[in-house]
Structure formats: C-alpha cells, structure tokens
C-alpha cells in the first residue's frame, strides 16, 4: 500500500490549444479511495494516466509510495490498471486471464495457482475458472477484470470507468461489490468515472474535475451539500442542485421577485447584492403554508417520491416532495426553503460567498 502524491501536473496534448490537466495537485492517502468524477473531456483519464505511466505529464511530478516515479516507465511502478474495456483475453479461461499478470512477472507456478483461487474467492469466480469469457455474464466478464488487476498486488489499483460496460441494474450490484472487495483490499485506488452516482457511493473522497482542474474535493456528502461553485453542485445530484436568482434586501432577508424568504443570519452582510440561491431538490418542502408560490410544471412519480418541476417568478425549479402528494400541471403549490439548507453564489463567477 502507498500514498500516492501529484504535484503541478501539467499535459498539453500535441496539437491541442489547451491543457488536457491544468497543474493538478493531489493527495490520494495510503488506502484511501478516491474518485476523480466530472464531464466528458474534463482530464480524468489523462490524470489516471500519468499516474499508470503510460502518459508522460509536461510538467509536475508524481511519487507513490514516498519514491519519485514521474519518468519511470509502467511495467516499473507498483501499480495495476483495470479499463473500461474488460481487456480480458477471449482465447484464454478465466484462470489463465486471471493470472496473466503474474505469469508475466515470471511467478513460480505453483504460487499462480493459489494467489489466482484466492482472487476469484474474492470476487467469486471459483466456478468459473475453467470457462471462456465468451461463457460468462458482462459482470462477471468485469469481475475476471477486476481479479486481474488485484491478483498482482500492486501497491495502488487504478480504474477507468469500469463499470460503464454494464446495464443499469448489473452496474448498481457490482458497484456495491465493487466497494466491499477494494475496502477488504485496503488498496489505495483511483477511479474514473463521469457518473456522479458511482462517484458518490465508491469515493472516500470524490474530486469534481472541470477543464483540466480539479474544482473541488471532499467526502462525497459535504462536495454534495456544500459546492463550492455552481459548476459541481449542477454536476452532483439527480436532479442537480436548483439555482435561483435572489436579492438580498437590507433587513436581511432574501427578494425573489416579489416574493421574500428568509436567509441565514450571516446573509445579511451581502444586503443591497444579486446572488445565486442554491438548493437541493429534497431540501425544498412542499405543501402547507410554504412562503413561495410556485406553478407546477411537471409531475413525475418516481416510486420513492415525486419530482416536480415547478416555476419560481420564472424560474425553473426541481422538487422533492412525497411520494403522497398529489399535484398536477398548472396547480399553485406553495414552496419552503429552511435557511439552513440555502447555499449562496456570486451570480457572475460561480462560486460560493460563504
Ligand atoms: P471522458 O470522460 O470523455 O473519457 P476525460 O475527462 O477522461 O473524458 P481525457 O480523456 O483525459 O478526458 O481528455 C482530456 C482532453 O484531452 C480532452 O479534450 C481530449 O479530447 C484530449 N485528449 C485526450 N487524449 C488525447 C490524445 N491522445 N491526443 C490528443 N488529445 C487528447
């Protein structure tokens, strides 16, 4: 196991006008889990790898395990890399895919064997050792992947993505699998992945990445509550965070039209301003004497509640409510936000005032 420390790194793809990683710096903890999430484009994978060693950054530096590895080729750093695509070969039964990494490394027969069965106890494939991928389910097919990859030990585990070959539901069985076979490993691994969802549920830590940069990191539930700008609390969340364009009046209190509700004490500094209100979903109650109205929308039963879309002074907003409330498009339903649930942006750059 090791601490994987990124300083400064800095690529320019050849031909490209912009920096595919913009001087990222990163702390990944020795086994410590975390998630490098964010839109198509953003550098997660050129990130992931220049840590592998199979893409040389311009500037900057990487050591695993307190030991410089930035010019060092892959096959010399201690770490093992499961993609996107199983890349688990077709003409070999899973034990010998499983094993191949180690084969290569020239392992003694015999300690193949037993390191090969112990991975597959793991990750339950021991039925299936004699089989060809083409006998296998996609998600075991990713487990075979995954065995692969931890087989060898490495001191840090990379992913790409690798659950993105999978239907909907098989992607939510392994993703909790997934979790449970890196947290017994005790791995200190970096996943990719552009769905937030995954990011949450798998990351110790999640880092938010936008334009080459990381815009945030933090446990999963505090980047959530708290974004630091609006581009990650649009990006974590289904629905994503609403943004509701406000006044703050000079009592304090929060203009939204011709409507008011009340702020945070600490509001009261930015009186006189525009700001950018940020709200979750789930944090808006709905219903009885709420001090918004608001016109709904949309009504979208989603089985553990419904969401609705409604319009605030123009502006669109999604709701959380009950899965008992019963609305339809055109009603007036009346909106609360508790000022502890507010957040608050600068209008023009984005980020959080407080
Ligand atoms: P995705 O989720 O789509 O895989 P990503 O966040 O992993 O995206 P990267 O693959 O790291 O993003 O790409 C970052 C930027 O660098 C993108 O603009 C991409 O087009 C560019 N890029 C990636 N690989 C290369 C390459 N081999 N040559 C030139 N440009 C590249």
Redesign the pocket.
């Known amino acids: 196991m090791a601490e994987i420390e990124i300083r400064d790194l800095v690529k320019t793809?050849?031909?490209?006008s912009?920096r595919?990683?913009d001087a990222v710096s990163l702390t990944v903890a020795d086994g410590e889990f975390v998630v490098l999430v964010?839109?198509?484009?953003?550098?997660?994978?050129?990130?992931l790898r220049m840590v592998a060693g199979l893409e040389q950054p311009d500037s900057g530096s990487i050591a695993i395990g307190g030991k410089d590895v930035t010019g060092l080729p892959a096959r010399h750093r201690n770490v093992s890399m499961v993609f996107q695509s199983y890349a688990i070969f077709p003409h070999m039964k899973v034990r010998t895919n499983i094993g191949f990494g180690l084969a290569m490394r020239n392992t003694p027969k015999a300690e193949i064997a037993e390191r090969v069965a112990r991975a597959a106890e793991v990750l339950e494939l021991t039925d299936y050792l004699d089989r060809y991928p083409a006998q296998l389910s996609g998600g075991q097919r990713q487990r075979v992947a995954v065995a692969r990859a931890i087989v060898v030990d490495a001191e840090v585990l990379l992913m790409d993505?690798p659950l993105s070959n999978l239907d909907a539901l098989l992607r939510l069985q392994f993703r909790a699998e997934l979790k449970r076979i890196v947290a017994r490993l005790g791995t200190t691994t970096v996943y990719?992945t552009?769905d937030q969802a995954e990011a949450m549920s798998l990351g110790d830590r999640v880092a938010v990445?936008r334009s080459?940069r990381i815009a945030q990191i933090g446990p999963p539930v505090d980047v959530y509550d708290r974004p630091s700008e609006r581009f990650v609390g649009g990006f974590l969340g289904a629905p994503p965070m609403n943004f509701l364009p406000a006044t703050v009046a000079d009592d304090g209190t929060l203009a939204i039209g011709a409507q008011t509700l009340p702020a945070s004490d600490h509001v009261a500094s930015f009186a006189g301003r525009d700001i950018l209100l940020g709200v979750r979903a789930e944090n808006i109650t709905v219903g009885g004497e709420g001090r918004l109205a608001a016109t709904v929308d949309v009504v979208e039963p989603t089985g553990a509640a419904v969401l609705l879309t409604v319009r605030v002074d123009g502006h669109e907003l999604k709701v959380q409510a009950p899965a008992t409330f019963r609305t339809e498009p055109d009603s007036v339903v009346r909106l609360d936000c508790p000022p502890e649930s507010l957040r608050y942006y600068d209008p023009e750059t984005g980020t959080a005032l407080l």
């Open positions: 793809y050849a031909g490209a912009y595919a990683t964010g839109p198509s484009g953003c550098g997660k994978t050129t990130l993505e990719v552009h990445m080459g």
